[in-house]
């Protein structure tokens, strides 16, 4: 999603975030710090830190059954530690059996886009998407 929101080149390969990743962007004219953090299991230790500062919480999901039911139970269990607005992002859209933006925001309960992270001609879709909800009080 990163490379994607940075106009990097973009592997066809549908790689995991592992660990962390930081990146700075400029969105509606503000630098704002985006951080990626890997939704293993192992990774989940440094998760309430960082969500206490985040002005915005995006949840990204692949969009099948079982990846959406995994996102649901790590919302489920940080969401105590959440001060933002939270949004999903249905990535991988353009997988067959893909479940639809709206078949996951019903199963998240929040507001959610569709998305497939390596079609570069989505990023200014990507970034409209996290202008709008950054700008949304």
């Given at each position: 999603?990163?490379?994607?929101?940075?106009?990097?080149?973009?592997?066809?390969?549908?790689?995991?975030?592992?660990?962390?990743?930081?990146?700075?962007?400029?969105?509606?004219?503000?630098?704002?710090?985006?951080?990626?953090?890997?939704?293993?299991?192992?990774?989940?230790?440094?998760?309430?830190?960082?969500?206490?500062?985040a002005g915005l919480t995006?949840?990204?999901?692949?969009?099948?059954?079982?990846?959406?039911?995994?996102?649901?139970?790590?919302?489920?269990?940080?969401?105590?530690?959440?001060?933002?607005?939270?949004?999903?992002?249905a990535n991988k859209q353009?997988?067959?059996?893909?479940?639809?933006?709206?078949?996951?925001?019903?199963?998240?309960?929040?507001?959610?886009?569709?998305?497939?992270?390596?079609?570069?001609?989505?990023?200014?879709?990507?970034?409209?998407?996290?202008?709008?909800?950054?700008?949304?009080?």
């Amino acid at each position: 999603m990163l490379n994607l929101l940075q106009g990097r080149d973009i592997s066809k390969e549908r790689n995991p975030t592992v660990g962390l990743e930081i990146e700075n962007s400029i969105l509606n004219g503000n630098k704002v710090n985006i951080w990626d953090l890997g939704g293993q299991e192992r990774y989940q230790f440094m998760w309430q830190d960082f969500l206490k500062g985040a002005g915005l919480t995006v949840l990204v999901c692949d969009s099948t059954e079982e990846n959406v039911e995994k996102t649901k139970n790590i919302y489920d269990k940080f969401s105590r530690y959440l001060t933002a607005k939270v949004i999903a992002i249905a990535n991988k859209q353009d997988v067959p059996g893909a479940l639809s933006a709206k078949q996951v925001q019903k199963k998240m309960g929040v507001r959610t886009y569709g998305m497939s992270a390596i079609k570069i001609e989505l990023r200014e879709r990507m970034r409209n998407i996290l202008e709008y909800e950054i700008n949304i009080k």
